[in-house]
């Protein structure tokens, strides 16, 4: 049989085994807590940027939408001035070409008609003057 002692001493080694056991313990869940902290902030950040990258991402779909419908009023825009050009101001233009071809011919004409008219006058001016000169002469 054990004595009191002996009893005594295994208690005292079981209490100190016991100890030992929760400390671990404790520094487990202070361990375990500490991580169950880091992640959950290392999930805050993660949250964080998802939202701002869907943020992001709306801001530029908006923005290829106000892109887009810019290009489409532009285009609208170009598509009138085109058509004002087409049926407003190309007649005029090509009636001005239709003027300026006329009015070269006009010019070429009396470009034509100052030379004969020239020519003739010298040659006018000649023939009188050999008909004066041979009625002068005696």
């Known amino acids: 049989m054990a ?3 002996d ?17 671990r313990l404790e520094r487990s869940d202070d361990a375990f807590a500490a991580e169950q902290r880091s992640a959950q902030a290392s999930r805050a ?10 943020k992001r991402i709306t801001e530029a779909e908006k923005t290829i939408v106000a892109a887009g419908a810019t290009v489409a009023q532009q285009r ?5 001035l085109t058509d004002t050009v087409s049926a ?13 071809l006329v009015g070269g011919m006009i010019s070429g004409g009396l470009i034509a008609v ?11 001016y000649d023939w009188l003057w050999s008909v004066l000169h041979h009625l002068i002469r005696p």
């Open 88 to 100: 407003d101001i190309k007649p005029t233009i090509d009636e001005w070409k239709k003027i300026k």
């Open 3 to 5: 004595s009191n002692d």
């Open 45 to 54: 950040r993660i949250h964080a940027r998802l939202d701002d990258q869907g």
């Open 76 to 80: 609208d825009v170009i598509k009138a």
């Open 114 to 124: 100052g030379i004969s008219a020239a020519t003739a006058a010298a040659w006018a």
């Open 7 to 23: 009893i005594m001493r295994v208690l005292g080694q079981l209490e100190s085994k016991i100890d030992a056991v929760v400390d």
